[in-house]
């Protein structure tokens, strides 16, 4: 089986999965190199929409930067993050219609509390992805992804070329602080919002 089909197979059955390796150490570099020549356009991540959106460091304390779908330096693995989303769409039929997604630094130090991924009274984020861009990541660095699943808390380390997903509306989760600085890309597959076609 795919690693793709693979990651199909356990978000139908747990509703999470997670995928070791689905990026090898050069693209991880490569996209870690991206981030950190960008480095000084991140911004500051808010928390809550529209009117609600404040930034608030006791709740989140990364910087994020929007990617563009055509951004050419993230089209690799923009590539098969496409590709992973047809296969969600054939064997799950969840009709995700498209990827938003940002990089995104934690300063050591930083953390994101429990939350859930899906705005209040809105249902087009469908399934949540973390990638993880840290080479050598250990133990002792902390910066665990900590997701609440109705086994108990379930924690995974931001290692180098993992990939993380997730249903976005199933699963509290939080980054734990960390001792150095974390870099993912994190996205969204996102439904069509109903009414556009
Ligand atoms: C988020 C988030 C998890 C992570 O950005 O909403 O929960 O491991 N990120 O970076
Ligand atoms: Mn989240």
Redesign the pocket.
Known sequence: MTGYACVADALAEHGLAVLPDFLGRDETERLAAVCRARRERFARAGVGRADGHTVNAAIRGDDVLWLDDDDPAAASVLARLGALQDELNRSLYLGLARLECHLAAYPAGTF?KR???QHRGEDTRVV?IVLYLNPDWREEHGGQLRIYTEEGPHDVLPVGGTLVTFLSDRFE?EVLPATRERLSL?GWFRRRESGVL
Do not use: R
């Open positions: 994101y939350h859930l991924d949540t989760h994190t």
